[in-house]
């Protein structure tokens, strides 16, 4: 009786940490078509993208078949009403797709990325 009450005690103490604990720190997405982000071509794919530092700042590396194929700087931001595993895109003067930002559960990665302009 006396394990259960203790094993009761110990879930009432754990259950606020594991209710308020930080989201994740990965996404899976999947590109229809290929992107790049910070100079760097992805083709279309499911990747994995995980984010290291505690904000805003983050390293992004993206994954795919366990192997990290691109390492970028991003922002953290605070976005309400955002689903995870979407992703914005904008496209370039060749039509090439840069990824802007990987949105998650209220939250949103946005990458450092510079549309090159034509002629420059």
Do not use: C
């Not at 930080?22 to 279309?44: E, M, T």
């Not at 990458?111 to 420059?120: E, K, L, M, R, Y």
Request: net charge neutral.
């Amino acid at each position: 009786m006396k394990s259960k009450a203790l094993f009761a005690a110990a879930i009432m103490v754990l259950m606020p940490t594991l209710v308020f604990a930080r989201q994740k720190d990965s996404v899976q997405v999947q590109f229809q078509g290929p992107v790049s982000v910070a100079g760097k071509q992805l083709a279309a794919g499911q990747y994995k993208l995980i984010w290291q530092g505690t904000g805003p700042d983050v390293t992004v590396n993206f994954i795919e078949h366990r192997k990290i194929v691109a390492s970028v700087p991003a922002n953290l931001v605070s976005v309400p009403d955002s689903q995870a595993g979407t992703y914005e895109t904008e496209a370039e003067p060749d039509k090439t797709g840069v990824l802007q930002a990987v949105d998650l559960n209220h939250e949103s990665i946005r990458f450092q990325n510079s549309i090159s302009v034509a002629g420059n």
